[in-house]
């Protein structure tokens, strides 16, 4: 630890920014960039419902949700009240060795209520990772109690993302995660994600969505159905792009899956707890998952829990088979995380957000979205609920993109931090998932901000 007389004030910009510089490492960060940057981190202090404040006082929209997590808005007094009493009663017991308290149970119950038909038990973790990495241990430990011990491979998709830990990683398909860092692990398959806008060329979308479920069972054919486990998949690839699948997509991998004995996975993680205008993104797309791993807005980023889901042929097996499951987290079904889960839930269902999403702010977002496709770098808008994207291109036809290779995103994404609103870029698609309680003036707000940022763009590009 180094101490220097020149140090700036406590609680200042400076103060924060010279202590995260020197002694903080952030995920997903360039550290030489960063740490050798003039600017430095930007300090978030506060929000309010969609707008965050930062150190030196400026508002910004926060298109994103955090990490497209903060579902029920930012300052809800409700959360941090149940937070509070669960600390006073009980902060912290664990659930291994034959015990439970309440709020993971009572939890269990109403998770088992609200998530798709067939789904009825929960295993908690405090993470998306983690709950995806359960779920590699857990369809292995499935498939040996079922006596088919070699069982034991899984399918996804390249741009899919399922969190940092080794497992997660694996089962994830980004490939700067995985090269130099000894991933996928043995046992871990990629097909082509549904992507019509990059991949499907020519192709009419819904035989393109077909083409890209066949590529799952011909991967299952060459590793041999009686060896593959699951196929893992998020009904709309989050940070891949927003990557919203044609209609005929998932009913053929339910197909395929059922057909080869293949469990089912999805990954809700994003798209759980109202962010497409339904309670979960399965119900839409027709999913019925024997997995479903969660997490995010469970507890609309108030406090981590993840949890996976599994269906009632999976969850008698474990109970009728036996044998113990090797596998668990100290903060398993962590009594105050749980809490304020269950008053997040409460608030999602009071104000009818899910509703509300699906029937007034969503269709709101799109047709503001659609009204910049007619912008002359813009190739397609697509969005689902308050979960959207935007592709910017060089030409439209045929579909043509910016040369730099995520370039044209980069310029468009900083242009947006400049202007005081929070959208990711992705390769060259702009990105968005905005609380869900936000509303339709708000929207206007944000595409608005979004229409100026792609103009400085197409200009910064030569296109303008
Ligand atoms: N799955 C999906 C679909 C995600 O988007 C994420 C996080 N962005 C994860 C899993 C991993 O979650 P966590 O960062 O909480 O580990």
Known sequence: STQTSDKPARNTTAWWREADRKHHLSPFTDYKQLKESEAGARIVTRAEGVWLTDSEGVRILDGMAGLWCVNVGYGRKELAEAAYKQMLELPYYNTFFKTATPPPVELAE?????????????????SGSESNDTVARLARFYWKLKGKPEKAHFISRTYAYHGSTMAAASLGGM?????????PLPGFHHVDPPYWFDFGGELDREEFGRQAAKQVEDKILEIGPDKVAAFIGEPIQGAGGVIIPPDSYWPEIQRICRQYDVLLVADEVICGFGRTGYMFASEHFGIEPDMMTMAKGITSGYIPLSGVMVSGEIGRTLVEAGGEFFHGYTYSGHPTACAVALANIDIIEREELVRKVREETGPHLAKRLAELAEHPIVGEVRSLGLIGALEIVQKKRPRTRFPGNGKAGTICRDHCFAHNVVLRAVRDGMVMAPPLTISTEEIDELVSRLRTCLDLTAKDLGAG
């Open 175 to 183: 490939t700067p995660m995985q090269e130099g860092y000894g991933l």
């Open 110 to 126: 109403k998770l088992a209520e609200i998530t798709p038909a067939g789904l009825d038990m929960v295993f908690y973790g405090s």
